[in-house]
């Protein structure tokens, strides 16, 4: 960002350098809007608010209650529970997506024919917006028509119709999966591109010397994957502890608060229970947990070959 | 002038704190008047938030909007339809920006919305005759301690749908269905018969309607949520005799499985499909079952009021909305306009099919009774007797407990006394917080 023009005397001022510094203004103009009107402006309304016991959006001088906000929430075994939750969340939906992401990328990898149209297919779940995934998942996994419950009776698998997102534990798996069917193309197509970066020459001399596929994977793919791996786990590890919209369609937090996580409880505090102040405060420990991730993130980019800055 | 990292941050901040100077924690300016009038003036937009679920349609709705637009041409309606579980929270975040000039209010928020003055005391608007002339369970969702807050949309509850086709074939007489035993006892026939699997599904999502539908079954079994202190008591014999029902009901499949992810939508395609055979819904259910495009089961249903459950009563849950006027509203009295239009019985009465009407002349004239005979009788026994949601500032709160721990007992985590009284517990720390 830094724009360092040739330092000249300000008293010697040119007509052009002075076009040019209104023109950088210019240019910088719509970054410091959005930058600062809409992070860190509301980032500052939001810790604002969470040292408040607000109650209401239009209360205009709600009482100061400095860290009491802060406390509150520490002390809420529900907003312990639903982190909880949310690492559950977080945890499986990585293994999963890293699993099958790492499987689909060498599949698209491998030299066939159609490659072209497999790599653009596969893109589709992740093209969806997250609510159409959400509705399209809650059709299938429903108790009376759900295509789920068709399948497996047809199959003979089950004898009835099960009502899948009727219990905590099996919602919250179900919603992962739900989740993971959307963004395991993403963590295959990062996982991908740093296949395609690993020279063909190192297969070759692999093959020269007698290495099996599995070895092949284990002494080349995974040790030069490791940058995209770590890079794509920390980028879903952000997005899966911000968890929201799929949870806020799907179940809305059942059943039972099996899968209300903090973005979800967070969000309810604030706007159903018009408890503005211990929702800030709540958001604020998302902004915390999630600030520690990106700079992971970025130092992990910034240390990896397929950094771009 | 070298622009550097530096400046940029510094100019950017100084403008941020440009904003917020002058500002209050909220952002919300001191309050103004409360009777918001802006003398006289009908014209101009009115923004009104609706919901889409029982009641008025979409296409209703664009009827009842044309036909103001005869006599009103000046002012411009503009709805905007949500689902009912995004409604409440839409309201909360729009009320800073006063986006909405009227808002559709539950009965259950009117505490809330009032006393954090987000809507208007309109009572100096309300004509007399509304105190005599509308049904009570209506006038009830428009009013806060004596004042009223809003204007009454319609009067509701929940009624009682069964598949005549069912029964019959399992020998079951529509006179007999009166009480829940009943019920229990005709649903067991019939899924003994290999007619339902599941012969009745019941909203109970961890969502409002679940307990709507632990209301009506508390108010059959005697029961009420508060006692005259105003505290909460529902885990007394008769909250646990309900939460026992629902839970024997589900446990021995009579209910359907997937009821504790159901909400009232659910409940009607469940009806609609022909394979349930009773269920809890609001009035304008009758309406879709009988929607010969997305029913199965048209022409082969029965309403009623709500079965009477062991204290021989039947109240129903009152389930009556109202519309409000946002503090925000830049136009109130054009508002009000709108307002006093789609509440009057010229409008109302000619939609009966999807809303009953606030008048107690309607239920009367049979011009409008034809419209819809079978709910109009029903509701006739239904609105005689209710039950209400405690009237509470915290509402939200002390339902979302209740409904997390209606769903334990539900689920088998918690036996139904121990769920009430977490819920009793939690929810009365949270009313005195």
């Known amino acids: 960002m830094t724009t360092r023009t040739i330092r000249t005397p300000r008293r010697h001022t040119s007509a052009t350098s002075q076009v040019q510094t209104r023109f950088a203004w210019l240019l910088l103009a719509p970054a410091i809007l959005v930058v600062f009107g809409v992070i860190l402006y509301p980032l500052y309304r939001t810790v604002l608010v969470s040292l408040f016991d607000v109650r209401s959006a239009l209360d205009p001088s709600p009482a100061f209650v400095g860290l009491g906000n802060y406390v509150a929430m520490l002390s809420s075994p529900s907003v312990w529970a639903s982190l909880g939750r949310t690492l559950y969340f977080t945890v499986v939906s990585l293994i999963i997506e890293v699993t099958l992401g790492l499987c689909l990328a060498l599949l698209l990898n491998a030299p066939m024919r159609f490659r072209w149209l497999f790599r653009t297919a596969i893109v589709i779940p992740w093209a969806l917006p997250t609510i159409v995934n959400a509705a399209m998942w809650k059709g299938i996994y429903n108790a009376q028509y759900g295509a789920l419950n068709a399948v497996l009776y047809q199959l003979g698998v089950i004898h009835d119709y099960v009502p899948w997102l009727s219990e905590p534990w099996r919602a919250m798996n179900l919603v992962i999966l739900a989740d993971a069917w959307k963004t395991t193309p993403l963590v295959a197509f990062f996982l991908l591109a740093g296949l395609t970066s690993i020279p063909s020459e190192l297969y070759e001399a692999a093959e020269v010397d007698g290495l099996g596929w599995w070895k092949r994977f284990r002494a080349i793919t995974l040790p030069l994957l490791v940058p995209a791996i770590s890079i794509v786990v920390v980028l879903r590890t952000v997005e899966a502890f911000k968890v929201f919209d799929i949870i806020y369609a799907m179940t809305r937090g059942g059943p039972a608060n099996g899968t209300a996580v903090i973005s979800y409880y967070t969000y309810q505090t604030a706007f159903s229970d018009q408890s503005f102040g211990i929702g800030s405060a709540m958001a604020m420990l998302i902004v915390l947990i999630i600030a520690i991730l990106c700079m992971i993130y970025l130092r992990l980019i910034r240390s990896s070959e397929m950094s771009l800055l | ?35 918001g009038s802006t003398g006289g003036k009908l014209s101009g937009t009115v923004n009104i938030l609706l919901m889409k679920q029982a009641g008025w349609t979409e296409d209703d709705w664009a009827g009842v909007i044309t036909k103001f637009n005869q006599t009103n041409p000046d002012i411009t309606i503009n709805p905007t339809f949500v689902a009912y579980e995004a409604l409440h929270d839409k309201i909360v975040a729009a009320a800073a920006a006063g986006t909405f000039d009227i808002v559709l209010m539950d009965v259950i928020w009117p505490p809330e919305f009032a006393e954090k003055k987000m809507i208007l005391d309109v009572t100096d608007r309300v004509p007399a005759n509304w105190k005599t002339e509308m049904l009570g369970g209506a006038l009830q ?108 009901s589900l446990k021995s499949g009579i209910s359907h499985p997937g009821s504790p992810t159901f909400l009232e939508d659910d409940v009607i395609k469940a009806l609609q499909s022909g394979e349930v055979a009773f269920g809890l819904n609001w009035e304008s259910t009758f309406r879709d079952l009988n929607d010969t495009k997305a029913s199965k089961v048209a022409g082969k249903m029965g309403v009623s009021a709500t079965p009477t459950g062991p204290s021989g009563k039947r109240p129903g849950v009152n389930g009556a909305m109202a519309y409000a006027i946002s503090a925000g509203s830049k136009n109130p009295d054009a508002a009000w306009k709108v307002i006093e239009f789609v509440t009057s019985r010229e409008v109302q009465d000619p939609l009966a099919k999807s809303s009953m009407p606030n008048w107690i002349a309607s239920f009367s004239d049979p011009n409008v009774v034809k419209i819809n005979p079978e709910v109009f009788a029903a509701c006739k026994v239904a609105y005689a007797d209710s039950i209400l949601r405690p009237q509470v500032v915290n509402y939200n709160k002390v339902s979302a407990i209740l409904q997390v721990e209606i769903q334990n007992a539900l689920l088998g985590s918690k036996t139904a006394k121990a769920a009430l009284d977490d819920a009793v517990n939690q929810g009365n720390d949270a009313l005195a917080g």
């Open chain 2, 141 to 248: 969702a428009a009013e806060y301690k004596g004042r009223f807050v809003g204007a009454p949309q319609v009067p509701s509850t929940k009624l009682f749908f069964y598949n005549k086709d069912l029964m019959s074939k399992a020998g079951v007489d529509e006179s007999s269905i009166d009480s829940w035993d009943a019920v229990m006892t005709a649903a067991k026939a019939i899924k003994d018969k290999g007619l339902s699997k599941h012969p009745i599904a019941w909203s109970w999502a961890q969502a409002e309607a679940v307990i709507c539908d632990f209301a009506q079954l508390l108010g059959a079994y005697g029961g009420t949520f508060t006692d005259d202190a105003g505290k909460l008591n529902f885990n007394n014999d008769a909250g646990q005799q309900t939460l026992q029902f629902m839970v024997d």
């Open chain 2, 1 to 35: 002038m070298n622009l550097s990292r530096r400046t940029v941050l510094l100019t950017g901040g100084a403008l941020a704190a440009a904003a917020v100077a002058g500002c209050s924690v909220t952002g919300a300016p001191a309050p103004a008047a409360t009777t």
